[in-house]
């Protein structure tokens, strides 16, 4: 017997109560850092993310341990949530709207801004005491950055996990442009920062390691400066 078109949306909104039962508190103080960066209330970033069971499990790789070691949301224009996502939104056909949604970064172009977490260490899962750390110690985006910015967040985040912002500057398309004022403005200082390289600063091969690394690092930053006007777009 054939499915009715009501059975079909009662079906679909008891799969979205079941994706919401799995979200914990690792997953809201999460959508609390994403809604600061984006200026949204993290209750609407949490019905973003339940539109996709897709969403919910990146989620929960990257909270896992032994899993996921990036996590990423995309703020930007789209259409509206499909009727399959269990929910309805009232605007007009053919208006897109400012979503947050996670992607793997393979499908979707960035147009907007990109918030993304990454993970030094996946042998323990994700818990409220980690995560409360990287709020304290997370890199901001580059412009706030300019004028917090302490050199020994770096050792200190990298235990762990980190989390970051990249955004397209106004008017380009070329992912490529924010890649590079990132690393410029970010982890370029912070790099230089770091006075104890440990064994690299003990031995002539360990000095030379640290030196062919910091220019590697400088010339992979110019290499972006030079090719992101050939590329007017690129997916993460």
């Given at each position: 017997?054939?499915?009715?078109?009501?059975?079909?949306?009662?079906?679909?909104?008891?799969?979205?109560?079941?994706?919401?039962?799995?979200?914990?508190?690792?997953?809201?103080?999460?959508?609390?850092?994403?809604?600061?960066?984006?200026?949204?209330?993290?209750?609407?970033?949490?019905?973003?993310?339940?539109?996709?069971?897709?969403?919910?499990?990146?989620?929960?790789?990257?909270?896992?341990?032994?899993?996921?070691?990036?996590?990423?949301?995309?703020?930007?224009?789209?259409?509206?949530?499909?009727?399959?996502?269990?929910?309805?939104?009232?605007?007009?056909?053919?208006?897109?709207?400012?979503?947050?949604?996670?992607?793997?970064?393979?499908?979707?172009?960035?147009?907007?801004?990109?918030?993304?977490?990454?993970?030094?260490?996946?042998?323990?899962?994700?818990?409220?005491?980690?995560?409360?750390?990287?709020?304290?110690?997370?890199?901001?985006?580059?412009?706030?950055?300019?004028?917090?910015?302490?050199?020994?967040?770096?050792?200190?985040?990298?235990e762990?996990?980190?989390?970051?912002?990249?955004?397209?500057?106004?008017?380009?398309?070329?992912?490529?442009?924010?890649?590079?004022?990132?690393?410029?403005?970010?982890y370029?200082?912070?790099?230089?920062?770091?006075?104890?390289?440990?064994?690299?600063?003990?031995?002539?091969?360990?000095?030379?390691?640290r030196?062919?690394?910091?220019?590697?690092?400088?010339?992979?930053?110019?290499?972006?400066?030079?090719?992101?006007?050939?590329?007017?777009?690129?997916?993460?």
């Amino acid at each position: 017997m054939a499915e009715t078109i009501k059975e079909r949306q009662a079906r679909l909104k008891e799969a979205r109560e079941h994706r919401r039962i799995r979200i914990g508190k690792e997953h809201k103080y999460i959508f609390e850092i994403v809604g600061a960066k984006v200026d949204m209330e993290p209750s609407t970033i949490e019905e973003f993310i339940l539109d996709t069971e897709q969403q919910i499990e990146l989620m929960d790789q990257f909270l896992a341990k032994n899993d996921g070691r990036k996590l990423m949301f995309y703020y930007q224009e789209c259409d509206p949530p499909s009727h399959d996502s269990g929910r309805a939104m009232n605007v007009p056909k053919g208006t897109k709207i400012p979503t947050v949604f996670i992607t793997n970064g393979f499908e979707e172009g960035l147009t907007g801004r990109c918030i993304f977490f990454l993970r030094t260490n996946i042998n323990i899962p994700i818990t409220m005491r980690n995560l409360h750390e990287i709020q304290t110690l997370g890199f901001h985006s580059s412009e706030t950055l300019q004028t917090v910015y302490n050199p020994k967040w770096l050792h200190e985040i990298m235990e762990e996990i980190f989390y970051g912002c990249i955004e397209l500057p106004s008017g380009s398309a070329c992912i490529l442009e924010a890649i590079k004022k990132t690393m410029t403005l970010i982890y370029k200082p912070s790099i230089n920062a770091i006075d104890n390289w440990g064994e690299m600063t003990e031995t002539p091969q360990g000095k030379k390691m640290r030196r062919s690394f910091i220019e590697s690092f400088d010339g992979f930053i110019q290499f972006l400066d030079g090719k992101s006007y050939l590329v007017p777009s690129l997916v993460i």
